[in-house]
């Protein structure tokens, strides 16, 4: 399976930005009931909206948009990894939850690559399946599955892997909460 890592990545003027502006009290976010599922709450600042990647393009939705495009495209380059396009793009902010973890999932159904910057320090780890999408079924029971790698957050890390994979976040439960951007690109 292809996964890829870097720790402590981004440069002073990008962290700097995030500290000031992005985890910020006047940053807008946004409440949404269900990320993957009803029981999935999730506040979120949408950068990029998903869209249909065969009648449409891109549409930029935030102005700290540039700042991750530059990680993302950055990192891409020194990891020899392809990028045509992004196919979505937010910050996600989730806090304690009794279930513990979010749904196992897919982005979506064409192949595509996740890519994730961990914006504080938490606990609440993301868990890459080892069952790749069975083309139906973009939700499954994560009780089916086998753990492929489990991630620990650390502050700037970045990773990123093979978006057929199922995977899922779990919610912190000694932090108030867990700030991560994360996009999709083919």
Sequence with gaps: MFYKESKKFLN????????NNILDIN???FYHQSSTTKDCPVYTHTLVHRYDIEKEDPIVNSKVFSIFENIV???CKK???????????AINSISFNKIKTVAAHIDHDFKHKVIMVYLNNTDGDTIIYDKKFNGKDRIISSSKLNIFKKIKPELYKVVCWNGDYYHAATYPKTNNRRVVFVATFI
């Design 79 to 89: 990891q020899k990894i392809k990028f045509k396009k992004f196919t979505r793009a």
């Design 27 to 29: 940053f807008p976010w």
């Design 12 to 19: 002073k003027e990008e962290i700097n930005i995030i500290q």
């Design 73 to 75: 495209l950055r990192f």
